[in-house]
Nanobody, 129 residues
Framework: VHLVESGGVLVQSGGSLTLSCTVSGTTLDNYAISWFCQAPGEERKGVACISSIDIRTYYADNIVKGRFTISSDSAQNRVDLRMVNLEPEDTAIYYC??????????????????????WGQGTQVTVSS
């Protein structure tokens, strides 16, 4: 299983962008996909999660604040994270990761704290003030 992120750019405060996570070696029917971010000197944090087969999404509201939307395209085997009204505090490397649906469905807590099976290499998002 291989995950590749794309779409990270330099954007001005208040701007928008869409990150993409392209999955190969499996399909979105087998894995829930999440986005994480890691700012310099900080721990990695979960941002959003989607289960395409269960048609469920989950957001870290303290980070997202209603500004991000996660979506999936099963035909393209891709998960997008649409980010609007970006703030300098959103500057980070954004990673996507995959966790098996059996694990995702078994959790009663946040899917963003699960042990993920596969990770991408990350894409840099920089928001200038």
């Amino acid at each position: 299983v291989h995950l590749v992120e794309s779409g990270g750019v330099l954007v001005q405060s208040g701007g928008s962008l869409t990150l993409s996570c392209t999955v190969s070696g499996t399909t979105l029917d087998n894995y829930a996909i999440s986005w994480f971010c890691q700012a310099p000197g900080e721990e990695r944090k979960g941002v959003a999660c989607i289960s395409s087969i269960d048609i469920r999404t989950y957001y870290a509201d303290n980070i997202v604040k209603g500004r991000f939307t996660i979506s999936s395209d099963s035909a393209q085997n891709r998960v997008d994270l649409r980010m609007v009204n970006l703030e300098p505090e959103d500057t980070a490397i954004y990673y996507c990761a995959a966790v098996r649906h059996s694990v995702f469905r078994a959790t009663v807590s946040s899917p963003l704290i699960l042990n993920y099976d596969y990770w991408g290499q990350g894409t840099q998002v920089t928001v200038s003030s």
